[in-house]
């Protein structure tokens, strides 16, 4: 692993860390143009790739993670954080 790809990890991980998310980063691949990203939460996995821009840019950053957040919650939702994301969107929590 070279050390830009120990960094965006460390990036990831963090910010990961900081909101709490209730999966991880699994692994990551330098493409031509930026990163693979495969995100695991229990048996679920996620792929997604990422512009280096994107890594570079804190709220981009943010709104990647939150839209993985949100797609984890479709293909698991009965997870506890699914069950919760639904009922937010009934209007039950607020």
Do not use: W
Request: aromatic share 4%.
């Amino acid at each position: 692993m070279t050390h830009r790809e120990s960094n965006v990890r460390r990036k990831i991980q963090t910010t990961l860390s900081e909101h709490r998310e209730a999966f991880a980063l699994a692994d990551l691949a330098r493409t031509r143009d930026g990163y693979v990203l495969k995100f695991s939460r229990g048996m679920v996995m996620l792929v997604r790739s990422c512009p280096m821009a994107v890594l570079d840019d804190d709220a981009q950053l943010a709104a990647l993670l939150a839209r993985v957040h949100r797609d984890f919650d479709v293909v698991d939702p009965s997870r506890p954080l699914g069950q919760l994301a639904q009922r937010r969107q009934r209007g039950i929590l607020s």
